[in-house]
């Protein structure tokens, strides 16, 4: 069963403008983490900002924020005032309490800024 | 520090060779992944390795595919008998282990694979 589901697969936002890309997560643990990582086109992946599941407040990290609805399961990564530079492959993966403690990613969602 | 490295970065091969594909990871980090990412798709888990604990293998696409961590530290990704579709990036992570869902993971640049 797929644990992370990301349903755009591509996403265009003009520049200085707000985005949120969006991911539900799948898990019957109490207790898991959620992550946020972008691939630019030059390949590595960048760790942006990571939820508890038992983290009360959003995360958030300069002009990134995880918008966390425990209940929905999900955990939208909202991008502020977007720069070219944010044109990027993004990833939503998660981290369960439990079992071998694999991360396990969503399939990514491309997104372009315009200038 | 260093980060995470791999090598080679490239590797070009003909079909039905075998490949080994190398992880450093960051000192100090317990746990190590490798993960396939085909082109313009997300990434496959493979395999991870935490401690001296047996690895989980439950990502390997077929017996083909085996990875050992020797020591602790380094680990190694073969690939025999190589096929067309096992063309990918390979990418290699490591973490600081599994105590903490917060443990984020730090990837290494990849190592880009083409099978002729």
């Known amino acids: 069963a797929q644990k992370i589901t990301q349903t755009q697969p591509g996403m265009f936002v003009q520049e200085k403008e707000a985005v949120t890309l969006d991911c539900t997560y799948d898990t019957s643990d109490q207790s898991y983490g959620l992550f946020w990582y972008k691939q630019p086109s030059s390949g590595e992946m960048i760790f942006l900002i990571y939820q508890g599941s038992y983290d009360e407040q959003n995360a958030t990290e300069g002009r990134y924020s995880l918008n966390f609805q425990k209940a929905r399961k999900s955990a939208n990564l909202v991008i502020s005032a977007s720069q070219l530079g944010d044109s990027a492959m993004y990833f939503c993966a998660m981290r369960e309490g439990q079992g071998n403690n694999d991360m396990r990613f969503g399939a990514g969602t491309r997104l372009t800024v315009k200038p | 520090g260093a980060g995470v490295s791999q090598s080679p970065s490239n590797k070009v091969t003909e079909k039905g060779k075998d490949v080994e594909l190398r992880c450093d990871p960051i000192?100090?980090?317990?746990?190590l992944y490798w993960y396939r990412q085909s082109l313009g798709q997300g990434l496959e888990f493979l395999i991870y390795f935490q401690g001296n604990s047996a690895p989980d293998k439950s990502g390997l696409p077929s017996d083909r595919f085996s990875a050992e961590r020797t020591g602790g530290s380094v680990s190694t990704l073969t690939i025999q008998r190589t096929q067309q579709e096992d063309s990918a990036v390979y990418l290699c992570?490591?973490?600081?282990?599994?105590?903490?869902?917060?443990?984020?993971?730090?990837f290494g640049p990849g190592t880009r694979l083409t099978v002729t």
């Open positions: 992570a490591s973490s600081l282990g599994r105590e903490r869902t917060s443990y984020e993971q730090y």
């Open positions: 000192s100090g980090h317990t746990a």
